[in-house]
């Protein structure tokens, strides 16, 4: 059996899941100042009666990490950057505790100016007498040659609580951007792994000997004791939790839509050929632009809980949530009060609707049933033009899916899939609105906790091979290493995807589920002096794909009552 838990702004859900089938479902209030108790409470519902030993995995997606980054939460950084000649320091200063040191690495990986350990030991007292305890340490190109990052973080010693390394969070070239991430990450670790050792304790506690694993960005699992070096690597898993979970309760092979509308935020989503999309260079979250591998979505401030207010004689929907809909004991009317009054749902106290549109009713000086679709229009009309806005964009350049880039492919709709509490009532006019079919799955309300647990473990590592200088470098995985002379091609394929396996296993990764790729396939000749090549450069970046476990998301296979 498996377990899946989605950690949502308005609700908690779970789902135990018994050879595809749903044996048991739960939902609670999530407390987003106590996310282990939301968790808790969900887990021991599902779990009456059951025997931990038939537990077979976990997988959790949460918004800790996410959280944390757009309240302004995080713990403070010091930043140690090596970027040598090229943009001004300020450009690539994040935050007051930011240094900049002498040494740095050319485009080759070659060592051109060395470390000064007397400048990183005085930055290291600076971060010591400030009470710094999170540092994060990135060189320009360490991709190419980590030696330099790692020998800083030797002379730091162990006085830190802990060190982020920019080499180890992506493959690809971008030092802004793996400035951004290396920060976040450093920024975060704190607030993570104790919620990752609150969540073992909670495991340990209820007798789950099974693996545990959090879901990615990229709708991808790691090991959760693995995914405490790298924290960021969790945000915005919500969005990839309900892509992940349409993709198991739909056979969808078209263009297509994807909304999650919750309590708080609705999460939109595109498939070409019913295939998600990525974003290309990496996720932004928080105004930081980054190097985190993610599936392409979009969050906008309206759901179901949205406060309906009113401001220069209109009303308003979102992007605050005051708490739940009035209907439910909520300060505020919301657009669920209108869905209740205009016979929408019969969820929640009528009456305590009923009060709260008599207010929005009062503003527009019009009866109950015209305030409440009003709102109600509104709510819907502002998820389509969303969506509308981030077709458009996507159309305007090339279409990334989690597999290949489709050149030329532009996005035609032939579905809308929507799912979340108020999918029933919204799909109808969400269709009529958009002239698209829509479609709520069977299961909708707990879609993210069925894509959480049946996602599978995903990971990618980019070898760059030098053979002139003789040395093989795979940033993810910290390796340099010397290759030998007639190194070529098929020996850097072979090299890429054998590290690529034992990452991905290490990760947690079942061998059922390595459906691995080459996804990025480079070479090039160096030619010095009159012309005569001198080596080859070889760039191989491979990935575990994206997708559900070993026997879902194939034809005929679905999640059944």
Request: proline share 4%.
């Given at each position: ?240 939790a309900s892509i992940m979970g349409i993709l198991s309760l739909t056979h969808s092979r078209e263009d297509a839509i994807a909304l999650d509308i919750g309590g708080t935020t609705t999460d939109i989503a595109i498939f070409a050929d019913g295939v998600p999309l990525l974003e290309p260079l990496g996720m932004t ?277």
């Amino acid at each position: 059996m498996i377990i899946g838990i989605d950690v949502g702004g308005t609700h908690t859900d779970a789902v135990l899941l018994d050879t595809l089938r749903i044996k048991k479902r739960a939902k609670v209030l999530t407390d987003q100042k106590n996310l282990i108790e939301s968790l808790t409470a969900v887990t021991e519902k599902i779990f009456i009666g059951e025997d931990p030993g038939d537990i077979e995995r976990v997988v959790l997606s949460t918004t800790i990490s996410t959280n944390a980054i757009v309240q302004g939460k995080t713990d403070r950084v010091g930043m140690i950057l090596a970027g040598g000649p090229g943009l001004p320091p300020e450009m690539l200063r994040i935050g007051k505790d930011t240094h900049f040191i002498s040494g740095y690495v050319n485009h080759r990986g070659i060592r051109v100016a060395g470390t000064d350990s007397g400048e990183v030991a005085d930055i290291a007292g600076i971060f010591e007498r400030e009470n710094i305890g999170h540092v994060g340490i990135v060189g320009k190109f360490s991709t190419r040659n980590p030696g330099l990052e790692t020998e800083i973080g030797d002379i730091m010693g162990g006085r830190f609580r802990h060190v982020s390394f920019g080499h180890l969070m992506s493959g690809n070239l971008n030092f802004p951007r793996r400035i951004a991430t290396t920060y976040l990450n450093a920024a975060t670790w704190e607030t993570y792994s104790t919620f990752v050792k609150n969540v073992m304790d909670y495991v340990g506690r209820m007798r789950i000997t099974a693996p545990v694993y959090i879901l990615k960005a990229d709708g991808g699992t790691s090991g959760i004791n693995q995914s405490v070096g790298y924290p960021v690597g969790s945000i915005l898993s919500g969005p990839a939790a309900s892509i992940m979970g349409i993709l198991s309760l739909t056979h969808s092979r078209e263009d297509a839509i994807a909304l999650d509308i919750g309590g708080t935020t609705t999460d939109i989503a595109i498939f070409a050929d019913g295939v998600p999309l990525l974003e290309p260079l990496g996720m932004t979250i928080g105004g930081h632009k980054t190097l985190i591998r993610g599936l392409l979505t979009r969050s906008i401030g309206v759901g179901g809980d949205s406060r309906v207010g009113y401001e220069d004689g209109r009303i308003t929907i979102g992007p605050e949530r005051d708490g739940p809909a009035a209907a439910f004991g909520g300060p505020s009317p919301t657009p669920t009060d209108a869905m209740i009054l205009l016979g929408l749902t019969d969820i929640g106290d009528r009456e305590k609707a009923l009060k709260a549109i008599q207010e929005v009713a009062g503003y527009l000086n019009r009866s109950l049933d015209e305030a409440a679709q009003e709102v109600f229009g509104l709510t819907c009309r502002k998820i389509i033009s969303a969506v509308r806005e981030m077709l458009g964009e996507v159309n305007d350049k090339p279409v990334y899916t989690v597999h290949e880039i489709l050149k030329g492919k532009k996005i035609t709709p032939t579905i809308v899939y929507i799912v979340g509490g108020p999918a029933g009532p919204m799909a109808p006019y969400i269709e009529k609105m958009m002239d698209v079919p829509s479609c709520v799955p069977e299961h909708s309300e707990v879609a993210n906790a069925i894509g959480a647990a049946l996602a599978r473990t995903t990971t990618e590592v980019t070898l760059l091979a030098d053979t002139e200088k003789g040395e093989a470098t795979i940033a993810e995985e910290g390796i340099q290493t010397a290759i030998p002379r007639g190194f070529g091609h098929q020996d850097a394929m072979e090299m890429c995807m054998k590290t690529l396996r034992n990452r991905a296993l290490k990760m947690g990764a079942s061998e059922d589920d390595l459906d691995m790729e080459i996804i990025e396939d480079q070479v090039f000749n160096m030619v010095r002096g009159m012309g005569y090549a001198t080596g080859k450069n070889i760039r191989i970046k491979a990935q575990v794909k994206p997708g559900l476990i070993a026997g879902f998301g194939q034809e005929g296979s679905d999640v059944r009552q």
